[in-house]
Each structure stands twice: as structure tokens, then as C-alpha cells.
């Protein structure tokens, strides 16, 4: 009897522990602190932010939603993002919810809804807040793959709407564009105290432009970019093809700034020709100031930016260590960032002292994943793909220009990223001659430097295989 009563007590205990652990604000909380680490703060703000969570119902967290379009909007683009948070958090409470679901909470009057959320832009602080304040023209490391774009933000940071208008840098992912664009926010405020600074990216513009919309607020809107604004800093100008009210609002955006001899300038991770659904209009205008391109960092640079961050982490980094990371993290500075956290993070807790080989043991599967990932079927492919051909035409001995040239920047690309020898490559391309190989790339080699149409689709390429 006893036995029996104090294992339902045990039981009742539990239970009670668990439903209020389940208490749906708490978890509420936790599920919005996940949620804000995979939306940027702008989307999080306008549509996160306003929800309230209700209660939990057959597996499901109920949550309030101002009206029916924030529903729909979350469940057409959040759902899977929501999903996944939950699950993080949910880790321990998996078996009690697997779902959400929205409610439209009509009590609620639209001006009530996000628009209230959305950042000034009267205050110096309130455009500090905009900035990414770790991205500064200081902790830019510099080097010949993107001095050029260095030097040209710079420029701009330091004579506004004189110097370059608009700029638009260009580069792959994680090459340093939004460091650099936040430099010149950085920048331009240390030398013009109140300068009306808007940075943002394309995507948080199109939100506006919706919530504008949406709210009848289209004349604020403007008023604020148009007339509020001394400088418009753009990240990510590639994701506004094939939006076109965004395109609409964002020409005359471009236009009343551009009039009124405000700088402009935007990033993008792809040059305004290749970005298709992007309007004819805004290409040239894009066209009318400075396109500064950010390449893949070069050894050195990679190794002082490993130092560099080091440093500021107050972290050791041995040479060696920097080198080795350095060799095998080529083409995207992010990545090169996180190994480098990665390792310091494992020696801080381990208390082990970084070395090659501990480098080496906490980056193994990076590493393995990495190795793999490039190969000269890979390139093969990708190459085929980009200018219609097939793998076998690569191979095939014919010679006509359509098949030539995929085959030639396809040699090329294999020498030049995986370094493999002449004779494999002939052996790889259908059983050709290494000296075939060998003047295929002299010749690409000659011409990515006079033929600017081949050289930015030798870039293309590149980026599509180191992604
Ligand atoms: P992108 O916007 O081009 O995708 P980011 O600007 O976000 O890339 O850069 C990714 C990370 O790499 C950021 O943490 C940034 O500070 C860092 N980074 C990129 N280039 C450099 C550089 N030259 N010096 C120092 N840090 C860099
Ligand atoms: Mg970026």
C-alpha cells in the first residue's frame, strides 16, 4: 500500500513538473529566443514579436496572430522555420508537441500590427542599432582579392555621394559584403554625426513595401526613404528579381535619392546582368556607378584573417595552425570563421592547447565533407549544366565550338581548383593527350584576361562549385 502510494506521488510529481514546464509563455519564450537566431531581427520583429502565445491543445501550441494574413504569411513562409525551433527547443517535451498552430486573434486592429514594430531612423543611436557593430573598416582585413572593394567603400564612407554613386559591391557568399556595406554606415556616421543612415536588406525592404501595402501607408513609406534618408545601404539587392512592386518602389526610390545626390549603394552575389528577374532599368542604373568585386581571399589573406580574429577572440592561434586551417578552408570567409571558433571553443573547454592535430580532430568531418565535396565529375557537371551540354559531349573528341568551349573552361577549372595533374585530366576527359589539356588551359588562362564575358562566367561557375 505504502509502495503503491508513493509511486503515484512520484508520478503526480512528474506529471506536474512536465505541464509546467509546458507552460505555453515559457515555452513561448524559448521558442522565440530559437526563432530569433534563424530570422533576421527585422523579420522578427515584424512578425514574430506580435504573436502571443494561448495555450497547448492535442500536441499543439496554440498561438494568437494579429489577423489572417500574418497567418497565412507565417504559414506560407515560416512554417518550416517555425517547425524546426520548436523542435530545438522542444527537445525534452517532443512527445507532447509536434505541431503549432495559428489563430487569428480579431480583437486586435490592424494598426496595432507590425508596422509599429519597424526601426526609426531619426536618431543616431536608432541607426547605430541597424548597423552590425562587429563590422567595422578596422577589422577588415585586406588583401588583393578584395582591396578594391576596400578601398572603393572607403572612399564612399569618406566623400558621400561624390565619390561613387551608386557602389555596388559584388562577391559570393561570405566574402565580406555586408562587413563591408556596415563599415560604410560605420564609417560615414564617425565623419557626419547626423547623416540619416537606412541600412537593411532587400528582403526587409520588401517586407515594408508589403506592410505599406497592406496598412495604407504607402506615403510614409515613401516619405521615409525618399525624403528621410541621406544614405540607403542595401544588402542583398539580388533577392528583389522577380518582386516586382518591390522593383517598382525600389526605381524610384533609387531615383529620388539618386536626384537629390544621396549615396546608394547595394550588394549583391551576383552581378546585375546575371541576375535574372531583375528589370532592365535597374540593371543600367547599377551600371551608372561602381561595381567593386570581392573575390575569394588568397592564402596570405586567409591567414591574417584568421589572426586577425584570433586576436580579437584573445584566443592563441600558432602559426601553423593558421596555415593548416587556412589550406583547407579556401573559398568562403564565413566558414573560414567558424572552423577557427569551432577549434577555439573545443580548447577552451577541453583545455587543450590548439595544435595541427587538434585542429585537425575537432574540424574532421568539416574537413572530410570538404575533400569530397570538389571533384572533377563534380566540376564535370556543374559545368555541362551551365552551358547545356552533356557530360559525355566534355569527353567526346569533337570539336565543334558549342562542345569546345564548355570542355576547355571544364579543364580549366579542374586544373586551376583541384590542381590535378595533365595526364589524369586527359585520362578524365575521354582519354585525350595531357598536352591537350595543357594548351586548353594556357589558352583559358590568356583569355580570362582580355574576355570579360568569360571571365565572369569563369567566376560563375567557380562560386557554383565552391558552394
Ligand atoms: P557576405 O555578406 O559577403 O555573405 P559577410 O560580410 O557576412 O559575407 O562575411 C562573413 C564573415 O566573414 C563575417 O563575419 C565577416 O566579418 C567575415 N569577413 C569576411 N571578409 C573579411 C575580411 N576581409 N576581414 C575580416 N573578416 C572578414
Ligand atoms: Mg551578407
Not at 525618399?226 to 512592386?245: E, H, S, V, W
Request: hydrophobic content about 40%; charged content about 25%.
Amino acid at each position: 500500500m505504502i509502495n503503491e502510494a508513493l509511486a503515484v506521488n512520484e508520478k503526480t510529481t512528474s506529471v506536474v513538473s512536465e505541464t509546467s514546464s509546458l507552460d505555453p509563455n515559457t515555452l513561448w519564450q524559448s521558442l522565440a529566443a530559437a526563432l530569433k537566431s534563424r530570422v533576421n531581427e527585422y523579420v522578427f520583429q515584424t512578425w514574430f514579436a506580435p504573436l502571443h502565445p494561448t495555450c497547448i491543445r492535442d500536441h499543439q501550441l496554440i498561438i494568437q496572430t494579429h489577423d489572417r494574413f500574418t497567418k497565412d504569411w507565417i504559414d506560407d513562409h515560416y512554417r518550416d522555420v517555425v517547425l524546426e525551433a520548436l523542435n530545438e527547443t522542444g527537445l525534452g517535451l517532443k512527445h507532447e508537441i509536434d505541431e503549432f498552430e495559428l489563430e487569428v486573434n480579431d480583437a486586435l486592429r490592424p494598426h496595432d500590427a507590425p508596422g509599429t514594430h519597424q526601426v526609426t531612423v531619426s536618431a543616431q543611436s536608432a541607426q547605430k542599432k541597424q548597423l552590425n557593430d562587429k563590422y567595422l573598416f578596422s577589422n577588415f582585413v585586406v588583401g588583393p582579392s578584395n582591396q578594391f572593394a576596400f578601398a572603393a567603400s572607403r572612399a564612399v564612407a569618406d566623400r558621400p555621394a561624390q565619390a561613387y554613386n551608386p557602389l555596388f559591391l559584388f562577391g559570393g557568399v561570405g566574402l565580406g559584403k555586408t562587413h563591408l556595406i556596415n563599415a560604410v554606415g560605420h564609417g560615414v556616421l564617425a565623419n557626419f554625426q547626423n547623416y540619416r543612415i537606412i541600412y537593411m536588406s532587400s528582403e526587409q525592404f520588401m517586407n515594408e513595401v508589403i506592410n505599406g501595402i497592406r496598412y495604407g501607408k504607402m506615403e510614409e513609406f515613401h516619405n521615409k526613404y525618399r525624403k528621410n534618408c541621406d544614405m540607403l545601404l542595401m544588402d542583398d539587392i539580388q533577392l528583389i528579381a522577380g518582386k516586382d512592386r518591390t522593383q517598382e518602389e525600389f526605381f524610384h526610390t533609387f531615383n529620388a535619392l539618386y536626384e537629390s545626390k544621396k549615396q546608394i549603394i547595394v550588394t549583391s552575389d551576383k552581378l546585375p546582368h546575371e541576375i535574372s528577374g531583375l528589370e532592365e532599368r535597374m540593371r543600367t542604373r547599377f551600371q551608372w556607378g561602381l561595381i567593386a568585386d570581392i573575390q575569394p581571399p588568397e592564402i596570405e589573406t586567409r591567414v591574417a584573417i584568421l589572426k586577425k580574429k584570433a586576436e580579437l577572440e584573445g584566443a592563441e592561434l600558432p602559426d601553423g595552425v593558421a596555415m593548416f586551417l587556412a589550406e583547407n578552408i579556401r573559398s568562403n570567409v564565413r566558414e573560414l570563421e567558424g572552423a577557427l571558433i569551432r577549434v577555439i571553443a573545443h580548447s577552451s573547454l577541453t583545455g587543450q592547447r590548439i595544435s595541427i592535430d587538434y585542429a585537425r580532430e575537432v574540424l574532421a568531418e568539416i574537413l572530410a565533407n570538404r575533400q569530397n565535396l570538389v571533384t572533377v565529375e563534380g566540376i564535370q557537371k556543374i559545368v555541362a549544366a551551365y552551358y547545356s551540354v552533356r557530360v559525355a559531349d566534355l569527353k567526346s573528341p569533337r570539336r565543334h565550338k558549342v562542345v569546345a568551349k564548355p570542355r576547355q573552361v571544364a579543364m580549366y577549372l579542374c586544373r586551376k581548383l583541384l590542381n590535378t595533374s595533365y595526364p589524369e585530366l586527359g585520362e578524365r576527359f575521354g582519354g585525350k593527350d595531357h598536352t591537350t589539356i595543357l594548351s586548353a588551359c594556357r589558352k583559358m588562362e590568356l583569355l580570362e584576361q582580355k574576355d570579360n564575358a568569360l571571365r565572369s562566367e569563369v567566376q560563375e561557375l567557380k562560386r557554383r562549385i565552391q558552394e
